[in-house]
């Protein structure tokens, strides 16, 4: 894209459409607390989710999309869009575009750099607003140690405009040194801070160049349905190397929603809410 392209498009749209991007290593709650955010009387009309699930299956922009009927979500899936589906991220910008937007709130996949994705949000006709990063409470000091991903995780919370602690529930001690404010995910100030937070100084992060950690997503389809006994050997099975584990599967009982996040399983019965296009499992793991 040229300048002449960026300022032909800002003189038609004089006030560019902010991008709220919401960060945060697999599993630390982004999608729990984009839900919540979505679930306040006073989210602003006009807000559309864009939701990059690393997977294959759209899992997370499903659970929005259920918990937002009529709101815009668009799920861009198969890879991070930091680094390798940032064609589709434009694709998508250029869908929305069209519509009368007041801000995009943007989930990215748990293995994004803020900062990369930050620079993917400067497209005509948008312009990025903030980067809040959720950390987890319960996983970040063992997950920021680890000899793989240690180095993802910190520079996700060191890119960070704003960090939001999430599963303090779990562990209420924890804290983060650097850290001059904390908010958490039940503070009920949450969404008008979100949405209000504008970065102040230009982005000077430094982006890594090299990867200590490289990801890949494998996915599990489900043709038939489990006993609740089959569903954890599956489980076990799988679950060296593995990082993250969710989507849904079919056992005797019914279907399930599955999240596997660090030790923690967290099973929950789809009871009335709607059945997934798709049932099976994406495994976030290390290549
Ligand atoms: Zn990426």
Not at 36 to 54: E, H, K, S
Not at 113 to 126: D, K, L
Not at 257 to 266: A, K, P
């Amino acid at each position: 894209m040229s300048d002449n392209d960026a300022m032909g498009a800002n003189l038609q749209q004089p006030n560019p459409v902010p991008i709220t991007v919401i960060g945060g290593y697999l599993g630390a709650g982004k999608t729990t607390l984009i839900n919540r955010l979505l679930a306040q009387p006073t989210m602003p009309a006009g807000t559309a989710v864009l939701v990059n699930d690393f997977g294959d299956i759209n899992i997370d922009a499903a659970l929005i999309k259920s918990a937002s009927p009529d709101g815009q979500v668009i799920g861009l899936s198969n890879g991070c869009i930091c680094c390798s589906i940032s064609d589709d991220l434009s694709k998508a910008l250029d869908q929305l575009s069209n519509l009368p937007l007041q801000r995009v709130i943007m989930e990215t996949s748990g293995v994004a750099e803020p900062a990369r994705v930050w620079q993917h949000c400067h497209y005509p006709g948008f312009t990025p607003q903030a980067l809040i990063v959720v950390v987890d409470a319960e996983n970040f000091r063992s997950q920021s140690k680890d000899k793989y991903v240690g180095q993802l995780v910190n520079a996700q919370v060191d890119q960070a405009d704003l960090l939001i602690v999430s599963k303090m529930d779990h562990n209420p001690a924890f804290q983060l040194r650097r850290l001059t404010a904390q908010l958490t995910t039940t503070d009920p100030s949450l969404l008008a801070t979100v949405l209000g937070w504008t970065r102040r100084h230009p982005l000077t992060a430094t982006l890594s160049t090299t990867k200590t950690a490289s990801f890949a997503a494998r996915t599990w389809y489900q043709q038939q349905a489990l006993s609740l006994e089959e569903l954890y050997a599956l489980l076990d099975r799988q679950a060296e190397g593995v990082y993250r584990i969710k989507g849904w599967v079919e056992i005797t009982a019914g279907i399930m929603q599955v999240d596997r996040v660090g030790e923690r399983l967290t099973l929950k019965p789809m009871e009335d809410r709607p059945v997934p296009a798709q049932l099976g499992l994406v495994f976030i793991c290390s290549t």
